[in-house]
């Protein structure tokens, strides 16, 4: 998924996303508790909006599967190493003061195994007294189905984005069937792209950060709309 979206992707996620409220909300929680903390792994990255917003905080780098979203993060960001990789086989040679999994992309890799092995490789890379975040989907209980939603954007006059997907459920799998309407003055052009995403419970998303050892903690507010999971490593 985001090969053919990469394009269309900060028109229609920057309205919907505080990435500077949500980055100084990183920054603030991270300092309160390590105020020497300096490096940020931002896993599934997408096209560096949370990069460009960090890297005032943090020596940031960043990673995604999708070449085209890498492209864009580089772009965005001069200077940020932006590495393409699967959240599940990350193998860095450094270790960083953070290691964030934001605005949902955990869910992507859709088994609880994957996810266990995710959370595990982002603690791999932890400097000691570092600290996990991740940004949750919803789980089997908060998963709507049987819904449409339409959306809309533009980014000046011209280039408008319609998009309308429907949300269903696949066993432990939510599945949306996403179809953008791109309309720039030279046509219309249709995309069409399904997402899946693995719908883990709390319990799923906690036992994962403690089986590496991290103290867990769970915060749920305006900002962070679908929660935050805060893996400490005690060891600092
Ligand atoms: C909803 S987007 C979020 C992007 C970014 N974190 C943001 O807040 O704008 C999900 C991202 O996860 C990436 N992704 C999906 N599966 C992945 C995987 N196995 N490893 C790394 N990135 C992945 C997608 O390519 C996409 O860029």
Redesign the pocket.
Known sequence: ??TEA?DI?DVI?RPL?D?EG?SRRIADLVRARRPRAATLL?????????LEALRSSFACEG????P??VERARARCPGVPVHV?????IDLPSTFDVVA??????A??RTVD?MRE?VARMAGHLAPGGVVLV?PWFSPESFWTDTITANHAEDGPDLKVSWMYTSERRGDLSVLDIHYMVGTPRGVDILRET?ELGLFTDAQYRDALADQGLEVHHLRDDVWRRGLYVGWRPDA
């Open positions: 998924v985001y990469a992707y996620y996303r990435y949500t931002d896993v599934g990255c997408g096209t560096g909006l949370h990673l995604d599967i999708e085209a979203m990789m699967s959240m599940d086989r999994c934001l605005f949902s992309s955990i992507y890799v994957r995710t940004e997402h």
